[in-house]
């Protein structure tokens, strides 16, 4: 396996980040406007806001390296998961919240969901890439 590219995994779980606190600042504006209840327009929203956050993530992490989308991809994703439950864990110790849902027990899964989901942005932007690549 060739160098792992540092800088597509910083950049792209940066991404990840940033827009994954947009995602946690909106919800709360949009509370008002929308409907709460399960299954509603809150959860739809919520969704997308989620698979744009992994989607967009992978995309720029396989932009910047070039090539491997689907491992700098699956990397930014499952990185990024980790990182914001670990921040949820020190936000919920530093002011007395309680974590959501089930916390720290579905950790694996979402890793693995969202690593998929950053992964399969990534293979579509070398496969774009690639194609652009090709003569006729």
């Known amino acids: 396996m060739n160098n792992v590219n540092p800088k597509a995994i910083i950049i ?15 919800l709360p504006l949009l509370k008002n406007s929308l409907d709460m209840g399960e299954g509603g327009s809150m959860f739809a929203v919520s969704q997308m806001l989620g698979v744009s956050t992994c989607l967009i993530s992978g995309y720029i992490a396989a932009r910047v390296s070039g090539e491997r989308g689907f491992f700098y991809g699956f990397n930014v994703g499952a990185l990024g998961t980790v990182l914001s439950a670990l921040a949820a864990v020190a936000w919920s110790m530093f002011t007395g919240a309680k974590l959501p849902g089930l916390g720290l027990v579905t950790l694996p899964y979402w890793i693995f ?17 690639d194609e652009g690549k090709r003569e006729p």
Do not use: D, E, Q, R
């Open 12 to 26: 792209g779980t940066s991404v990840f980040a940033l827009l994954y606190v947009i995602h946690i600042l909106i």
């Open 113 to 129: 969901v969202n690593g998929s989901l950053a992964g399969f942005a990534g293979l579509l932007v070398i496969n774009m890439i």
